[in-house]
């Protein structure tokens, strides 16, 4: 059964979105048109130190610090503004969940994967909820967000199917002290203050060889739910707060000039009591009591991140050896009241009469251990060749434990799956240089995997049972083939062919009514291959700059929830899918104080056929994917007095239509969602060291869903019409804040 039913049912490649936002240039940008633009941006995303012109893949490097002034201040906000990344949010810090091109986030094992320098903090299997857990380090001390379109199963393995993030974290200083205080208040319209306060410190304790860095912050964002009863009245107004706290400390080790050495560790605590989630008409669009209104009852939750890593990496003058050492743990848990939902089913369960069960409690708790060690070989250019070849293993434990409980005492259910995976895996690749202006790279990673699940339930939900099932091992290939022409310094051609994949899965028993287990013994591991082709560059003395790819992604037999004998459990797509789209993304700088930023996407993704045990039908366009996603941003530059310098910018981000569910989805029903269009602006006051913003989130406080849910929770006795349960998120209500950033 799966947690859903249980719970209720750059610009890209030539810049980055730090020269997108203009903040930059608000601090005194030069205004020399050849320099206008951009710097060089370096990125790793292919596993080594990288001009972002020069990455044959889609790249998107971002400075969250530019963000973070204008009140964006949660990695989901930034996507939104990413071509092709389709952020999903989950109504609470942490929670959601990352798509891109055309690969929805189906069943619980991520497709997009997620890292911290290189630690993978994604959970590699279907048991600890990671499809919809997302670390967000963006009021940390990082340096840049490097964002990955396409399967990247060749240098990152599992889980980056659609794509992948990197947290880069900014290296202690070793020479000079350094620092920053930020401070971040705001309102949103109905609801109550918010509040961030954050710090960094940076300090080279020996120059040149030892450096360390502290870095905290404390979110308090305030609610705008109110809950109410059955009834619609009020019970409790804005219930839906927030607050999380973090720190990390870093250090940097330099004895020889070969040698680096560094040492991370890092905690996020949140705590909330209710997600942003609003009950709505049934498969309408507007609250069921108006507003911003639920009639579920608050309950305790938390969601803590605890990530501790050592690398050692050493300079041997042909190639550098990194050997990283990484433990990272995730737990997601709380209380929930299902009254309302399943005190009926209690009594009709007991056969008591109806009303006497009072109450009914669910508790969750779901997390990941997870043990990465890699060591890989990095050359340098040896004549025409350059190569990577790496070693990797990992070891995760998983816990997902249920109880629903009704007063008087009747356990309706208990559960618990805990799952252990293991993965080891050798990878590489080779580049060829035919000419200075023309390479070819080729990659492969081989993988062998194994999980094994133990099921134990009780309770009149579920059968019970007490097994560990059979040991699932698996051995996967992914493949990488890219081609680069670089037709002179400000223009480059590419194409990309990659796979990537999620790991078999361990599955739960679904029994008929003679006992019979009528699910998969196991769910099989999923493959995607990509097809691309790209332009990035610039021209007219760096005026414009342009970034765009086509690709096309074919994902077979792909791992998604399945529904047998009315109950979810894991499964695969008898068929799969077939995806194509565009990413683009153009910088505008038509005089040195205007900078206008447009990007733009498309995503056809579509069942390659039937599908009746997930509910779709052929030609049927994936749920939770808008065809057209689309931004434009703009910076206006103006010399105030002496050094101050004032910016004017602001934004608009739209996403297109789409649908909740397959058409035919058991359990649910397909509702459409549809398209919004959303107004930022910020006017920012700098200085060299200091800079003040105001800045409005939603300007015209457009009430427009971002996701839905519509299960149908059984029928009616008299008309036999489905009962429909719907509920959603709305995009956050106008919030207008002020931001004072100090450097030092």
Do not use: C
Not at 16 to 23: H, K, V
Not at 127 to 154: C, H, S, W, Y
């Amino acid at each position: 059964m799966s947690l859903n039913i249980i719970a209720k049912y750059s610009l890209l490649g030539a810049v980055s979105l730090t020269a997108l936002t203009g903040a930059a240039t608000a601090q005194g940008q030069s205004s020399d048109k050849s320099e206008m633009l951009f710097e060089e941006i370096i990125v790793t995303a292919g596993r080594r130190e990288q001009s972002l012109q020069d990455v044959p893949a889609s790249v998107v490097a971002i400075n969250p610090d530019d963000f973070k002034v204008k009140g964006i201040k949660q990695i989901g906000e930034i996507l939104d503004y990413t071509p092709g990344v389709v952020f999903q949010t989950g109504g609470a810090p942490g929670l959601g969940n990352i798509s891109a091109r055309g690969v929805p986030q189906s069943s619980a094992t991520p497709v997009f994967g997620i890292y911290l320098d290189d630690i993978p903090l994604s959970s590699n299997t279907n048991f600890a909820g990671g499809g919809n857990i997302i670390f967000d380090g963006l009021l940390m001390d990082i340096e840049r967000v490097e964002v990955i379109k396409g399967p990247q199963g060749t240098l990152y393995g599992a889980t980056s199917v659609g794509g992948m993030m990197r947290y880069i974290s900014r290296d202690p200083a070793l020479q000079e002290f350094r620092g920053s205080v930020g401070a971040d208040i705001a309102t949103t319209k109905g609801g109550e203050m918010s509040k961030i306060f954050n710090g960094r410190v940076s300090v080279p304790v020996v120059e040149d060889k030892l450096g360390v860095t502290f870095s905290g912050f404390y979110q308090d964002t305030g609610g705008y739910v109110d809950q109410v009863d059955g009834t619609g009245a009020l019970v409790q107004e804005d219930y839906n707060g927030s607050e999380v706290t973090g720190y990390m400390a870093d250090a940097l080790f330099t004895p020889t000039d070969e040698l680096r050495i560094r040492l991370k560790y890092l905690k996020q605590e949140m705590d909330f009591s209710a997600d942003a989630t609003t009950t709505l008409v049934p498969q309408g669009d507007e609250a069921l009591f108006g507003g911003y209104s639920n009639i579920n009852p608050p309950g305790p939750k938390f969601l803590d991140f605890r990530i501790m890593s050592g690398s050692i990496e050493y300079d041997l003058g042909w190639g550098t050896v990194t050997s990283t050492t990484s433990h990272s743990k995730y737990s997601y848990g709380g209380y929930s009241d299902f009254t309302a939902d399943y005190a009926i089913y209690a009594d009709l369960f007991d056969g008591r009469a109806p009303g006497t069960t009072t109450q009914v409690d669910f508790d969750q708790t779901l997390g990941s251990k997870k043990f990465v060690q890699e060591v890989r070989l990095t050359s340098e250019r040896m004549g025409a060749f350059e190569w990577i070849a790496g070693l990797y293993y990992a070891s995760e434990d998983t816990i997902n434990n249920q109880s629903l409980q009704a007063t008087p005492a009747f356990d309706l259910l208990t559960i618990a799956f805990p799952s252990d995976y293991t993965e080891k895996a050798a990878f590489g690749d080779v580049t060829y240089y035919v000419n200075d202006n023309f390479d070819i790279t080729a990659g492969a990673r081989i993988s062998k995997n194994k999980i094994i699940l133990s099921y134990i339930a009780s309770g009149v939900f579920l059968p019970p049972g007490d097994l560990v099932n059979t040991p699932v091992k698996d051995t996967v290939d992914t493949y990488l083939l890219a081609a680069r022409y670089r037709v002179h310094d400000d223009m480059s051609f590419y194409a990309r062919v990659a796979s990537g994949y999620r790991p078999a899965q361990s599955n739960i028993p679904v029994l008929d009514t003679n006992g019979v287990n009528v699910a998969p013994a196991f769910v099989a591991s999923d493959h995607a291959w990509s097809y691309e082709l790209g332009v990035k560059g610039n021209f007219a003395d760096n005026m414009f700059a342009y970034d765009v790819a086509l690709w096309k992604i074919d994902w077979a037999n792909f791992q998604a929830s399945v529904f047998l004998n009315g109950i979810s459990t894991g499964g695969n797509a008898e068929d799969g899918l077939s995806a194509y789209g565009l990413d683009g993304s153009f910088i505008v700088r038509p005089v040195d104080a205007l900078t206008l930023t447009a990007s733009i996407a498309y995503s056809h993704s579509t069942l390659k056929s039937d599908e009746p045990t997930i509910g779709g039908v052929e030609g049927e366009f994936l749920p939770n994917l808008p065809k057209w996603t689309a931004s434009l941003q703009w910076d206006y530059r103006v010399d105030v007095v002496d050094s101050w310098t004032a910016n004017f910018g602001g934004g608009f981000r739209y996403a297109g239509k789409s649908i909740s569910a397959y058409s035919q989805a058991p359990g649910s029903a397909a509702t459409q969602l549809d398209s919004r269009l959303i107004t930022d602006l910020n006017v920012t006051l700098s200085s060299e060291n200091l800079s003040f913003t105001v800045y409005a989130r939603n300007l015209f406080d457009e009430y427009k869903l971002t996701n839905r849910q519509d299960p149908i929770l059984g029928a009616d006795p008299v008309t036999g019409d489905p009962i429909v349960s719907s509920s959603g998120v709305y995009e956050r209500p106008r919030t207008i804040g002020v931001n004072m950033k100090i450097d030092f």
